[in-house]
């Protein structure tokens, strides 16, 4: 298998991972560390149609060392950031590297033709580098597919990104084997937007849905920022700063809690700043919220997180569309509760835990917010009690269906090329 890492060498030099960050970490762990599926992996990165393979080792020790910063590790140890960064891509230098003709060879030991594996949706609007690659390599080619947010709610993007995702999903119906998806919803979307294109009917018998694995977030303290003072209630949003994800309505919130209660409680943002944000930002930067009621923290470990996350009232996600949800399902995992948006993905990834909101209803979130601040909460005291039955899901099941959907696909007749 070539295991595309080229997004993943991208995105290391970040403090925190977002969530396909963590799906695709994930894989690598997987494919290149563990070897769980005893089928032969090599990291490649992916340069204009062509394949270069990364020196076993090095990929290898690159991948663990992403894994420590993102857990937060190095600055638990004292690490100095600008140092760990030079440490941390030193590692890809050492160590022969592969050309496309050398990979090719060195391919040929194995038996069955490679699979070229996407995890992220980097490049693959590119239809005529996959061809390139497919062609090369006489490969199989499978991705993950994360969400069709950008097709389907144009609206909450870039105009550049719809078009973008348009054509990668064009990609992957033309020149892709099989894909995986993250959740029933997307399953569906995906098998909608076939159904308008028209074809895709090879692509369609190969959708397999394989949730992501969760784990809750560490609890070690150490090097983490400090939680807001016990005095204080507060709640956590976490995920990229977007419109897809709401964050305009618990500011606004935010700003009647500050004129309206006496003791508002405090909201930390946790997440990147992403794109046409501007009216969210404008909210974060000038307004005049007294005691720093509303923080923000674009870049976060693991760690930290974890440490902010055991004194949080609830996780508060109010987002208008979602593919998956995985700040939902790790705020589960870690045993906190969450209010969240009624919408299907979180419906089918939080089963029945959480409180579930119109996303659209200001008045439901305040009263909601208002009774989660109290250290009596009923409403929070019935969510802690329903927490235990929540499934967590294992990133063991999830390579299960990987494993099999690769192992399907390898007894396939090659398509034509």
Avoid at 127 to 154: E, S
Avoid at 322 to 340: D, H, N, T
Wanted: net charge positive; glycine share 8%; proline share 6%.
């Amino acid at each position: 298998m070539l295991l595309d890492i080229t997004r993943l060498i991208g995105r290391a030099h970040r403090a925190g991972p977002g969530g396909i960050d963590r799906i695709e970490l994930a894989y690598a762990q997987h494919f290149l560390l563990a070897q769980n599926g005893g089928r032969p992996a090599y990291a490649v990165i992916h340069t204009m149609g062509r394949l270069f393979g990364v020196n076993p080792r090095c990929a290898r020790l690159f991948v663990q060392k992403v894994a420590a910063r993102w857990l937060g590790e190095e600055a638990a140890t004292g690490g100095r950031r600008p140092r760990g960064l030079i440490a941390l891509y030193a590692t890809l230098i050492g160590g022969h590297w592969m050309a496309g003709w050398q990979l090719r060879r060195k391919l040929k030991q194995h038996a069955e033709p490679p699979i070229y594996l996407v995890v992220s949706h980097h490049h693959l609007s590119r239809a005529h580098w996959i061809d390139n690659i497919r062609r090369a390599f006489g490969a199989r080619a499978v991705c993950f597919l994360h969400d069709l947010i950008p097709v389907d709610y144009p609206q909450y993007v870039e105009a550049s990104l719809a078009k973008r995702h348009g054509q990668m999903l064009q990609t992957i119906v033309q020149h892709f084997d099989a894909v995986i998806v993250n959740s029933r919803t997307t399953a569906e979307h995906f098998r909608q937007f076939l159904a308008r294109s028209g074809g895709g009917a090879a692509i369609a018998a190969h959708i397999h849905v394989a949730h992501p694995g969760v784990r809750a977030f560490p609890t070690d303290s150490a090097g983490a920022a400090s939680p807001a003072p016990d005095s204080v209630p507060y709640f956590m949003i976490i995920g990229t700063i977007e419109p897809k994800k709401n964050h305009l309505l618990l500011l606004n919130l935010w700003t009647q809690l500050v004129a309206t209660i006496a003791t508002p409680p405090r909201l930390l943002v946790i997440g990147a700043r992403g794109w046409e944000n501007k009216q969210a930002v404008d909210l974060l930067e000038r307004s005049n919220h007294p005691l720093s009621l509303v923080e923000e923290h674009n870049h976060m470990s693991d760690i930290a997180i974890g440490a902010l996350l055991k004194g949080a009232r609830a996780v508060l996600l109010p987002s208008l569309v979602e593919g998956f949800g995985l700040p939902l399902a790790e705020a589960l995992a870690s045993g906190v509760p969450v209010i969240c948006s009624d919408i299907p993905a979180f419906r089918e990834i939080g089963l029945g835990a959480p409180d579930f909101l119109d996303p659209t209803n200001i008045s439901v979130w305040r009263d909601a917010v208002i009774d989660y601040c109290a250290a009596d909460s009923p409403r929070r005291a019935a969510q802690m009690r329903r927490l235990p039955a929540w499934r967590n899901l294992s990133w063991q099941a999830h390579f299960n269906i990987v494993e099999q959907s690769l192992d399907e696909i390898s007894k396939l007749a090659l398509a034509p090329l």
